[in-house]
């Protein structure tokens, strides 16, 4: 039930629903006052979610900064990737499809190439509500190998469905071979904060890799302060739902 409800509950907190859902209904109200306070409030929130350069000093405030290749002062066993950037429901099935997010496999690649972590762990399974024809960790893999990964680098847990299962798997499998400092996590740099807590949450308190920003440099042009923004909008979708996935979390105490 819990796994439902996590997936439903961050549509009804995405800002463009509860725009729409202003407008509906000042849309059907009797009361004149109240349609048009309805309207103004979505017209603000619209302004709002659609500013860059608001929505950017949000995502800089809660992304975790990038971390320097010459900053890594020590080697690791393994490179924890976390899955969730394919796209599952393409065919044909033969190859993987990326929907963003792409660099947590080519950075965790870069790592293993440069000699700082000996063997890649790729974690996760369908994290969809419907099956899929391959697990998502199955097709990093495969795109690892494809790219100069040997085989016997590459460890796959595919069962997870989410991040807690993720750190709760992947610290059963490495518990009797590895120490937690012994292990780097690589993923999404909004989703950085929610990964570690789950891991820790195992006692698995491992080091972390930001990849795949969507902040960007800090601009104070006509584009980023005035014109509307779907990018923005977008962005605000991926923090709110990552902020409603910290909050259910804590909740049923998986962080």
Not at 97 to 105: K, W
Not at 118 to 140: F, P, R, T, W
Not at 187 to 200: D, L, M, P, V
Request: net charge positive; proline share 4%; charged share 25%.
């Amino acid at each position: 039930m819990f796994f439902f409800l996590s997936k439903t509950l961050s549509y009804l907190t995405m800002p463009i629903v509860i725009i729409c859902v202003l407008f509906l209904i000042a849309a059907f109200l009797n009361r004149k006052l109240w349609r048009k306070r309805l309207r103004r409030a979505g017209v603000i929130l619209l302004f709002l979610f659609t500013n860059d350069f608001i929505c950017n000093e949000i995502v800089l405030l809660w992304e975790v900064p990038p971390t320097p290749f010459a900053e890594l002062k020590k080697k690791y066993t393994y490179g924890i990737v976390l899955t969730g950037v394919g796209k599952s429901e393409m065919e044909p099935t033969d190859r993987m499809y990326f929907s963003r997010g792409a660099d947590r496999v080519t950075h965790t690649l870069q790592l293993y190439k440069l000699g700082f972590i000996k063997k890649i762990l790729v974690s996760g399974g369908n994290g969809k509500l419907y099956e899929v024809a391959k697990q998502e960790a199955d097709e990093m893999a495969e795109v690892l190998v494809l790219m100069g990964v040997p085989k016997e680098d590459i460890v796959i847990e595919n069962t997870s469905r989410n991040t807690h299962e993720s750190a709760l798997e992947v610290s059963k499998m490495l518990q009797k071979s590895v120490k937690p400092e012994e292990c780097i996590l690589v993923t999404s740099s909004f989703h950085i904060r929610r990964s570690k807590a789950c891991f820790e949450k195992q006692g698995w308190n491992v080091d972390v890799f930001s990849t795949d920003f969507i902040s960007h440099k800090r601009k104070f042009t006509p584009d980023a302060l005035i014109i509307p923004s779907a990018g923005a909008l977008l962005n605000w979708h991926i923090l709110t739902r990552e902020w409603t996935g910290m909050i259910t979390y804590k909740l049923v105490g998986y962080i």
